[in-house]
T-cell receptor, first 112, second 113 residues
Framework: KQEVTQIPAALSVPEGENLVLNCSFT??????LQWFRQDPGKGLTSLLL?????REQTSGRLNASLDKSSGRSTLYIAASQPGDSATYLC???????????FGAGTRLTVKP | DTGVSQDPRHKITKRGQNVTFRCDPI?????LYWYRQTLGQGPEFLTY????????KSRLLSDRFSAERPKGSFSTLEIQRTEQGDSAMYLC???????????FGQGTRLTVV
């Protein structure tokens, strides 16, 4: 069964700092990995999707990398802003089960 | 297309009552997922459909929980004989196949009193 872990569970940084969020997974036979953002009491907003054949994806100040062989992904946020404060979740879809499994998330606070 | 739609957004029910939630996926998305999320936790997988076929379900979906997706369009999630532990956010997502981006609705927040 796929297990997804996110470290750290919470992170607080001053505005303007660059930061990295980590996601690891136990079964490397994945279709893809997707990063989401969730604001309190809301649904999930898709940020980036990385296919299993890709190494990274970029969208604006966000860059996500994937190392399938080691079961790791990172989400890099450049020049963080208070509006980036949210919980960031990663999810993977594996070949075996075809379902989408989530980590517990990293709660990010960016202080003005 | 306005994205994934869930109804209702909020539901308060008394313990022991049955509740049903609806999810309308993005049109032409053949995959539909249901998740449950409690405070401070990541979404917990419940079940998913490929068109009208329910391909996998967690152990939570045996007993009081059931889900359907008639004709491969909208889906419903029913909880029978609700318990206080069922209080959570229920999330629905859809995608076109396993290897494409998944999109979530705003969720249905259930409170069992």
């Amino acid at each position: 069964k796929q297990e997804v872990t996110q470290i750290p569970a919470a992170l607080s940084v001053p505005e303007g700092e660059n930061l990295v969020l980590n996601c690891s997974f136990t079964d490397s036979a994945i279709y893809n990995l997707q990063w989401f953002r969730q604001d309190p009491g809301k649904g999930l907003t898709s940020l980036l999707l990385i296919q299993s054949s890709q190494r990274e994806q970029t969208s604006g100040r966000l860059n996500a990398s994937l190392d399938k062989s080691s079961g790791r992904s990172t989400l890099y946020i450049a020049a963080s802003q208070p509006g980036d404060s949210a919980t960031y979740l990663c999810a993977v879809i594996t070949y075996n089960n075809n379902d989408m499994r989530f980590g517990a998330g990293t709660r990010l606070t960016v202080k003005p | 297309d306005t994205g994934v739609s869930q109804d209702p957004r909020h539901k308060i029910t008394k313990r022991g009552q049955n509740v049903t939630f609806r999810c309308d996926p993005i049109s032409e998305h053949n995959r539909l997922y249901w998740y449950r999320q409690t405070l401070g936790q990541g979404p917990e997988f419940l079940t998913y459909f490929q068109n009208e076929a329910q391909l996998e379900k967690s152990r939570l979906l045996s007993d009081r929980f059931s889900a359907e997706r008639p004709k491969g369009s909208f889906s419903t999630l029913e909880i029978q004989r609700t318990e206080q532990g069922d209080s959570a956010m229920y999330l629905c997502a859809s995608s076109y196949g396993a290897n494409t981006e998944a999109f979530f609705g705003q969720g249905t927040r259930l409170t069992v009193v």
